[in-house]
């Protein structure tokens, strides 16, 4: 799409025709969203984008011809639908429904201000459930779910159904509850909603005891891996990665106080052998 647009352009600049049509969806099914169900179609209508009749289509179709564009975005956009965050390609018209470009990030802090206030006065047990029912309420929401515990806490992301798209609405809705301004990797950084919630406590109350964080990080990576099979082609490559962070970590506690065991008889090293010390 994107060199198409750039051909169109350029045909245009060369004195040659060229028209590029950004359209919106059709109601009218295709090969292309034949695949969408009522969750992808709520989401779009989220973003106020609503299904064109053929109509409705072809008569757009008509006017962009009679535009003379080189690039036209024909869509049936409804400015009263918009839920979250406004992509900021449109923010120039949706002007009443959200706040512009120039007051969102105070708004934002307002949100996020607010939040903090009440994460401040619990205990981090209960600040880390708030949080963790916040990102299971907006997952829900996204997916099209009518019932909050349809999202399962500590389940990964990607086996929920999430996609590149959902996970920038998720991140959006996330920014716009909390005040923060989280990466559009946010989602897939943090694999579950208990995770991404143990990120946004972090985020929003930094004091937080570093251990305890990683405590709690470690637990979430426990569930995680507990789903990868024996035969996953991808298991070696986490086992090395484990391993260098545990070399990593133990290293920087600097040399180690245990036995040598370069210079161990036999049978220090069956003694060793038959403790286990590391088992434990």
């Not at 992808?40 to 064109?52: A, H, I, K, S, Y």
Request: aromatic share 4%.
């Amino acid at each position: 799409n994107a060199f198409l647009d750039a051909l169109a352009q350029h045909r245009r600049r060369a004195g040659l025709p060229g028209q590029s049509l950004a359209w919106g969806l059709w109601a009218e099914r295709s090969a292309i969203t034949g695949h969408l169900d009522q969750a992808d179609l709520e989401r779009m209508g989220r973003t106020g984008v609503q299904p064109l009749s053929t109509y409705q289509g072809l008569a757009l179709f008509d006017t962009v011809l009679a535009l003379n564009q080189a690039h036209t975005v024909p869509v049936r956009l409804d400015v009263t639908r918009f839920t979250g965050a406004v992509p900021p390609l449109l923010q120039g018209l949706v002007r009443t429904a959200k706040p512009s470009a120039t007051n969102a990030p105070a708004a934002s802090a307002t949100a996020g201000g607010g939040l903090t206030e009440r994460l401040a006065g619990l205990t981090p047990m209960e600040s880390e459930r708030v949080l963790t029912e916040l990102v299971c309420a907006q997952a829900a929401v996204v997916l099209g779910h009518d019932d909050l515990a349809a999202v399962d806490a500590e389940r990964p992301f990607k086996t929920m159904g999430f996609d590149s798209l959902t996970t920038v609405e998720l991140r959006n809705r996330l920014n716009s509850a909390t005040g923060l301004r989280l990466p559009v990797t946010a989602v897939f950084d943090h694999a579950t909603p208990a995770a991404l919630a143990a990120h946004l406590r972090y985020q929003l109350l930094p004091e937080i005891d570093a251990v305890e964080l990683a405590a709690t990080e470690i637990d979430r990576l426990e569930a995680i891996l507990a789903e990868v099979t024996g035969d996953d082609p991808g298991r070696a490559g986490l086992t090395a990665r484990l391993r260098a962070l545990l070399t990593k970590w133990t290293d920087a506690e600097g040399p180690d106080d245990g036995p040598d065991l370069d210079s161990a008889t036999d049978a220090e090293l069956f003694d060793l052998m038959e403790n286990k010390p590391w088992s434990s």
